[in-house]
C-alpha cells in the first residue's frame, strides 16, 4: 500500500485503485458471469426503504451460486480477485497479516432503473466494522474490495458514500440516509471498469439508483476481516475444489494466532 494510499483510505475511509485487472482479465469475468446469467437472479424491491431518492422499480442482481465454485476455467477471474496481491498489499496494511475472507464475493448487477441502497454504516461503534488508528498504523474492521466489470461514471449512480464518515461521531440525519436532502456530502464513486475499490464496512455508504441505459453496473465484492474476527457466520469450508495454499488460508477460522499469512 502506498504512502498516498493510506493517506487517502485513512481519510476518506475509501480508495479507487485503477487498472488493477488487464482488459482481457475484465473481459475474462464478464464472460464468466454472462455465461452464469441463469444463476443470476433479481431482488424484490427493498434496499430502498422508500426513500424518494432510492427507489426504482427493480431489484439489483445477485449471483445465487458463489462464482468461485464455478467449473475452470469460468472460476479463474474470480479466484484471481481473491487473492490479487495488490489487494492482499492493502489488507495486510489494513486489517493486519493474517485477515480472512468473510463473505462473499457477491455480484451486484444493475441496469436502468435498479433501485439504490439506504446509506448505512458507521453510526454507532460496532466491535465488527471499525476504523482506528494506533500504535503508528490503521486498524479496521470489516473491509470490502470491490472489482469493477464495467465503467461507472459522474452521475451513473451505484456505490456512494460520505468520505470520511467511518471516522464521525454523530449518527447522520435520516435525510442523508435517504439521500433525499444529502446537504452535498454524498459521493457517487467514479471507477473505471478494471479498477478496485477498498472501503471499510464503517464508512456511511450504500448505493444510488443505476441511471445509465447503454450501460450496466457490474461489481464484484470480497469482503474480508481481521484474522481473529468474523462479521458474517464462519466458512463451513472453501467452496474451490482445488484451492492454493493462500486461498486456504484466507478460508481459515477465525483465531487470533497461529494463521498463515499470505503476500
Ligand atoms: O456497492 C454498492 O452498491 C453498495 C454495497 C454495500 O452497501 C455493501 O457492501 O454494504
Redesign the pocket.
Known amino acids: 500500500m502506498t504512502e498516498q494510499e493510506k493517506f487517502l483510505f485513512d481519510l476518506w475511509g475509501y480508495i479507487v485503485i485503477e487498472d488493477v485487472l488487464t482488459p482481457e482479465e475484465v473481459k475474462a469475468a464478464n464472460q464468466a458471469t454472462e455465461r452464469h446469467s441463469d444463476l443470476i437472479a433479481n431482488r424484490t424491491p427493498g434496499l430502498s426503504h422508500d426513500s424518494l431518492a432510492l427507489t426504482a422499480e427493480t431489484g439489483r442482481g445477485e449471483f445465487r451460486q458463489n462464482p468461485l465454485s464455478f467449473d475452470r476455467p469460468w472460476c479463474e477471474p474470480f479466484r484471481k480477485m481473491l487473492s490479487h496481491p495488490r489487494v492482499v498489499g492493502i489488507l495486510n496494511e489494513i486489517l493486519g497479516e493474517g485477515f480472512r475472507l468473510d463473505h462473499g464475493p457477491g455480484l ?1 448487477q444493475m441496469t436502468k432503473g435498479t433501485e439504490g ?1 439506504w446509506l ?1 454504516g458507521g453510526m454507532t461503534f460496532d466491535p465488527s466494522q471499525y476504523h482506528n488508528f494506533a500504535h503508528g498504523r490503521m486498524h479496521c474492521g470489516l473491509c ?1 474490495a ?1 472489482w469493477q466489470l464495467t465503467d461507472v461514471q459522474e452521475g451513473d449512480g ?2 456512494a458514500c460520505v468520505p470520511g464518515s467511518h471516522k464521525s461521531n454523530y449518527r447522520p440525519p435520516r435525510s442523508i440516509l435517504s439521500v433525499e436532502d444529502d446537504l452535498g456530502c454524498v459521493q457517487c464513486i467514479v471507477a473505471p471498469a478494471g479498477s478496485v475499490v477498498v472501503f471499510n ?1 464503517a464508512l456511511v ?3 444510488l439508483p443505476w441511471k445509465r441505459s447503454d450501460r450496466m453496473r457490474r ?1 464484484i ?1 470480497f469482503k474480508y476481516s481481521p484474522g481473529f474476527l468474523s462479521w458474517g457466520s464462519p466458512h463451513g469450508q472453501c467452496p474451490i475444489a482445488d484451492p492454493t495454499p493462500e486461498e486456504q488460508a484466507l478460508y481459515a477460522p477465525p483465531r487470533r494466532t497461529g494463521r498463515t499469512t499470505i503476500s
Open positions: 451486484i441502497h448505512h470490502v470491490a451505484g456505490f464496512e455508504h450504500g448505493t461489481s465484492l
